[in-house]
């Protein structure tokens, strides 16, 4: 069992940053690829980045030049620098995270969702 703990949320202005923060612990392997996703009310929930272990990012159209995800390897934890905000970035942000076991299985984790909210 893995659990993922988000924060860093809030609200700000539109042009302003947030950093988000997500750490993993519990009972795993490994922790591999982690990423960001967001949700908007009304709206299917999209990737926003992603990050492997060797630090390969992908970012979703939308947040490219705007947002950077990076990871800390020895503190299992991921982090999305958000810079720019618009207000359409407004939405619940989740952490997920791919970890192994001992067995080598491969098991997908989500956290409970952090608020983000640009006003403007």
């Known amino acids: 069992q893995v659990q993922l703990v988000e924060s860093g949320g809030g609200l700000v202005q539109a042009g302003g940053s947030l950093r988000l923060s997500c750490a993993a612990s519990g009972s795993f392997f490994s922790i591999n690829a982690m990423g960001w996703y967001r949700q908007a009310p009304g709206k299917q929930r999209e990737m926003v980045a992603t990050i492997t272990p060797d630090f390969s990012t992908d970012y979703g159209d939308s947040v490219k030049g705007r947002f950077t995800i990076s990871r800390d390897n020895d503190k299992n934890t991921v982090y999305l620098q958000m810079n720019s905000l618009k207000p359409e970035d407004t939405a619940v942000y989740y952490c997920?995270?791919?970890?192994?076991?001992?067995?080598?299985?491969?098991?997908?984790?989500w956290g409970k969702g952090t608020q983000v909210t640009v006003s403007s």
């Open positions: 997920n995270a791919n970890a192994t076991r001992i067995s080598q299985r491969m098991y997908n984790f």
